[in-house]
C-alpha cells in the first residue's frame, strides 16, 4: 500500500509540474462563438477536423456560457450551474 501512495504522489507531483509549465490559452471568445452565434446543439469530430494544440504542454481555459443559440435560432438562457470556469489539459 505505501508504494501505490508513493507512485500516486510521484504522479501528482509530475502533473503539478506539467501544469505550472503548460501555455494557458484563454478560449472565452471561441465559446462565446459557440454557444452564441452558431445554431446548432450537437458537434461532432468533423466539426473540429484541427484541435491539436501547437505547444507541447497546454491548458485551455472558458468562461461557462451564459445563453445558447439553438438550431431553430431561437437563444435560451442557460442556468447557472455553479461552475465558472471550464478547461482541458493537455501533454
Do not use: H
Not at 509530475?14 to 452564441?36: G, K, S
Not at 446548432?40 to 443559440?69: G, H, K, M, N, T
Request: aromatic share 12%; net charge negative.
Amino acid at each position: 500500500m505505501a508504494g501505490r501512495l508513493r507512485k500516486l504522489q510521484e504522479a501528482q507531483g509530475y502533473l503539478d509540474e506539467r501544469w505550472q509549465q503548460a501555455i494557458l490559452v484563454d478560449a472565452d471568445n471561441v465559446a462565446r462563438y459557440i454557444y452564441e452565434e452558431l445554431p446548432q446543439d450537437r458537434f461532432f469530430p468533423e466539426d473540429f477536423p484541427a484541435c491539436v494544440p501547437p505547444w507541447e504542454i497546454s491548458r485551455v481555459e472558458w468562461s461557462a456560457p451564459r445563453r445558447s443559440l439553438q438550431p431553430d435560432g431561437q437563444a435560451i438562457e442557460l442556468p447557472d450551474m455553479g461552475v465558472r470556469k471550464y478547461g482541458t489539459f493537455a501533454m
